[in-house]
């Protein structure tokens, strides 16, 4: 338990090493120099002048080598300093805590519904495997997997939102706004852990346990609600540690294609705009994000399974 | 080459065949089309199909079927040298690291999780903000996304077969490294890494997309078909054949590398 | 005497294909039936047959009368319904058979809250005492995984009696375990039948014997012959029937072969000091002592996941001890201490030919190829068996196959771990048999692992007992 946690933290700061470094790199690669950039974020374009800069580079050491640099760059990373937009000026904390939770929520949503689509199609499906609505549901999968997850998205845009006026195109406002990038989300999703839940469940359905318990005297259900599920479930929250990586990356394509106003979508804008402390701010926050959710399907799996408690 | 084919599945001979076709097109649009894809003519926007021009012209009239040609090239070529350059890098690294295990086996894993410490597309984001527009940007980000799989199910693999009764007898019985490679570990890797090059492929051409669709993979006016997805969309009431071309090239990819992979969940 | 269960000309089918041909037999109430046969074909069909759990291309004919209801003619549901509370099966793997994620007391618990609607309390209490029966009342919160073979049996065997099924049917039940934990299996079948009636498929001649009752003999989906057990042990009929009862480790003459006499006391050819190990927190063993002369063919008794291969695996330098010193004899090639695997096809490489493996060998140390055809045929193989895959051959040949290529670099220690515990009981002597013999003339030093203290009483010159 205490190891699930630790060896989390240490892709934390993984993360927040391997982000701060390319985005160290990134500020010393572009035109210009550093110190009026840095300037220009702290007092607006227009009042950046040479004295400034002066001013700027005598503060902050920008003589000194590379390295010092590059070490203050890390320390202030782990301050949680992460300085001004380069865009707006505004400090890139505040501007990441609130994408936050926008991206929670959709994040979330979209988990939630993929849940409910996929558990019931894929147990339904290992039930009756092979049967009409085993091979229906594998011709849905394998169309929707063929699809980047904006594609399936635009095909929603044009119909729901565009053909037929049913819901809102773009932005956030209210929660009318959150179904069409949640559910698209969703849909990308569950298109493989539908399938994930049939192999798993058909597996248990098959195994020489399963059928113990039901030549033991346990009805279907019975035998379904104790041996069932919790043996089916394991292998798909596994999977689900590994289709996490899938699912930030869908809120960087779905936020940008809804405006929804999340930190994929700052990510996809700052990096357009070459807004250095906001790319750094907010890859982190998606990193994060990232670390944080497979906790938590670490924790998940630790509970269903006995055997990793006894091991420990 | 037919016993290969022979030891195919159906669905995985469709999604061999799909791509023959697309590749056919690319190739061949390449060699005999003649119209430049960036030549607008703003006199031809939205042209219907015709003899001249089979798949229309877009916005500003230039020819859709040498801009699907060139998109196709562009992504058909960037996958294959993106998964030949991973395969060959998490192939040695995977079997270096399951085999000899110890401190090699620690220093790669250790790699392994700062590449896998951000979700792939994160990177390749980041990656493509160094160098904006760039070709190589793109083929460096997403070959280093990738190996990273490679040497995972390698690593293991080997691991595996270096563990395995048989292995362990033929060492017993005195062979040596090469031959336990050839004979053992070899044979077991061969499958999965097919398999993982196609679905390699397909989420490279899925990346490229992405990174045009969100407006910081290559710049216009390239013919790629995330970016040209995103140019014609504002267009879809008005040439909606337009749009559904790019969107359906890759499906069809994706789908064919998908089925010519195989069953796997 | 009331019939409980009687089966009419029962058969089995696939895909126009006959597997088992039709059998009839009576239980009585208070009766042992044993059905003595070879492992595979046919017999364990027979227990799903009347269990109603024949998968998909298989079907029955025939009638299975339980009382006055002929169960061949009712629907899935009302089949399902008897289970547990009229037909209970003891599963024939009972490791895989049991729930890996639950522990062993709420198995058997469970069954009592699902059939006899007992309070979760209570349904504990009932199992408690249950497994106090069977001596598992230490195990009670255990997982599958923490179980040796023995216990998993006796804990398959409480759960699928729990719901108080008066007949049972037990698959192959001793499959595994050595002969103390056979011997209690079997009291514990013996003492559900004088409740109900059992119904046993086993290959083993000492089970049949310890069951009594009414014996059939059967191979192939035959029925060979049919009566008394204690009679049909002592005076068979049929000449199957006296090459399993021949085949049984307790009929081998002994010594099975004559030891060579006079060979003279030299060096050991390996020697282990105060050996220590430990597997997933349990202590197989500590300070062992071994010493192994030329040409000693010594045996290592013990029950399944008592540490039997890990000690071979110790002795081999491939598994590294807890504690203590392992040392071969200075000055010898490393690939003359040689083992033998428990599942013949893991001794070779998959999808190749079986000639280029030879071929490879033979070229490494540029052995002579005129070696290998007397060699084969010392163990009674032939030649055109080298064009197949390891996949295609079948067990006992291939394990044979393996003591030819071990036997080519003239070996001083083989490790054989179970080599024959995976071959029906004939060619399991015939196997060991010539495996003795081989090491015997050639002098080669002998490490024979089993499950069964009896064969190895018979087989080697000393053994040890392990767990």
Known sequence: MLQLILRRLLQAAFVTWSVGTLSFVLMRLLPGDMEFRIAAGRYGYDHVDLAAAEAVRAELGLDRPGWQIYLQWLGDLLRFNLGDSLVSGLPVSHEIAHLLGHTLLLAGAAMLIALLIAAPVGVWAALRAGGWFDRLSLLVSALLRAQPVFVIGLGLLLVFALEWRMLPVAGFDGPRYLILPALTLALAMAAVSSRVVRHSAAEVLRSAYFNFARVKGLSLRQALQRHGARNAALPVVVFLGIQLASVIEGVVMIESLFSWPGVGHGLAHAVFNRDVPMIQGAAMALGLLFVALNLLVDLACHLIDPRQRSAH | MPRLFASLSTSQRVGAGLLALLVLFAVLEGLLGRTDPALQN???????????????????????????????????????????????????????????????????????????????????????????????????????????????????????????????????????????????????????????????????????????????????????????????????????????????????????????????? | MTILLRIEALSVQADGKTLLEPLSLNLAAGECLTILGETGAGKSLLMHAIMGTLPPPLTASGRILLGDTDLASLERSARERLWGQQLAM?????????????????????????????????????????????????????????????????????????????????????????????????????????????????????????????????????????????????????????????????????????????????????????????????????????????????????????????????????????????????????????????????????????????DDVLRLHRLDPAKLPPLLERL????????????????????????????????????????????????????????????????????????????????????????
Request: glycine fraction near 8%; aromatic fraction near 6%.
């Open chain 3, 90 to 358: 003891l599963p024939q793997e009972p490791w895989h058979s049991l729930d890996p994620l639950m522990p062993a007391l709420q198995q058997v618990a469970e069954v009592h809250e699902c059939v006899h609607g007992q309070a979760p309390e209570q349904a504990q209490q009932t199992a408690t005492q249950a497994l106090t029966g069977v001596g598992l009342e230490a195990a009670a919160a255990r997982l599958p995984g923490q179980l040796s073979g023995g216990m998993a049996q006796r804990l398959a065997f409480c759960a699928a009696t729990a719901a108080g099924a008066p007949i049972l049917l037990a698959d192959e039940p001793t499959k595994g375990l050595d002969a103390s934990r056979r011997d209690q299996v079997a009291t514990l079948l013996r003492q559900h039948a004088q409740q109900g009636a059992l119904l046993t498929i086993t290959h083993d001649v000492e089970v049949a014997r310890q069951l009594g009752g009414t014996l059939l003999v059967m191979r192939a989906g035959h029925l060979l012959e049919s009566g008394d057990a204690q009679a049909i042990l002592a005076a068979p009929q049929h000449d199957y029937t006296r090459a399993l009862i021949a085949a049984d480790p307790r009929h081998w003459p002994a010594p099975l072969v004559a030891a060579v006499t006079g060979a003279p006391a030299s060096e050991p050819v390996l020697e282990a000091r105060g050996l220590r190990l430990k597997r997933g927190g349990r202590q197989l063993f500590e300070g062992l002592d071994l010493r192994i002369e030329p040409g000693e063919i010594l045996g290592i008794a013990g029950d399944s996941g008592c540490g039997k291969s890990s000690l071979g695996d110790l002795l081999l330098g491939l598994l590294p001890a807890d504690a203590g010193v392992v040392t071969r004899r200075p000055g010898v090639a490393a690939h003359r201490y040689l083992k033998l695997y428990q599942d013949p096809p893991a001794a070779f490489a998959a999808g190749v030919p079986l000639r280029r493996l030879f």
């Open chain 2, 42 to 265: 703003l006199a031809q926007r939205f042209a219907t199909p015709s003899l001249a021009e089979p798949l229309g012209t877009d916005p500003f009239g230039r020819s859709m079927l040498a801009r699907m040609g060139a998109a196709l090239r562009l992504s058909l070529s960037l996958s294959l040298v993106c998964v030949l350059t991973s395969a060959l890098i998490g192939v040695a690294l995977g079997i270096a690291a399951g085999w000899r295990q110890g401190w090699v086996d620690r220093a790669l894993s250790f790699v392994l999780n700062v590449v896998l410490a951000l979700p792939g597309l994160v990177l390749i984001l980041l990656v493509a903000g160094l160098a904006p527009g760039s070709l190589l940007a793109l083929y460096v980000a997403i070959s280093l996304v990738l190996w990273v799989e490679y040497f995972r199910v390698v690593r293991a693999i080997t691991r595996q077969a270096v563990a395995s009764q048989p292995m362990q007898a033929s060492r017993m019985l005195g062979f040596g490294w090469r031959y336990c490679l050839r004979r053992h570990v070899w044979p077991a890797l061969v499958g999965p890494v097919a398999t993982l090059a196609a679905f390699g492929a397909a989420g490279s051409i899925m990346a490229l997309a992405a990174l045009g669709f969100v407006a910081v993979g290559l710049r216009p006016p390239t013919a790629e078909l995330g970016l040209m997805m995103v140019e014609l969309f504002p267009y879809y009431s008005d040439a909606p054949w337009v749009l559904a071309q790019p969107v359906l090239a890759v499906f069809l990819l994706v789908l064919g590398l998908n089925l010519l992979a195989g069953k796997r969940a």
């Open chain 3, 380 to 467: 009674r193989l032939r030649p055109e068996l080298l064009a197949r895959p390891a996949t295609e051959v079948s067990g006992g040949e291939l394990q044979r196959l393996a003591i030819a290529r071990a036997l080519l670099l003239d070996p001083l220690l083989l490790f054989a771990d179970e080599p024959v515990s995976r071959l029906d009981p004939i060619t399991a002597r015939e196997v060991t048999e010539l495996l003795v013999q081989s090491a015997r003339e050639r002098g080669c030093a002998l490490l024979l692992v089993s499950h069964d203290a009896e064969a190895l009483a018979r087989a080697c010159d000393r053994h040890i007992r392990l767990g």
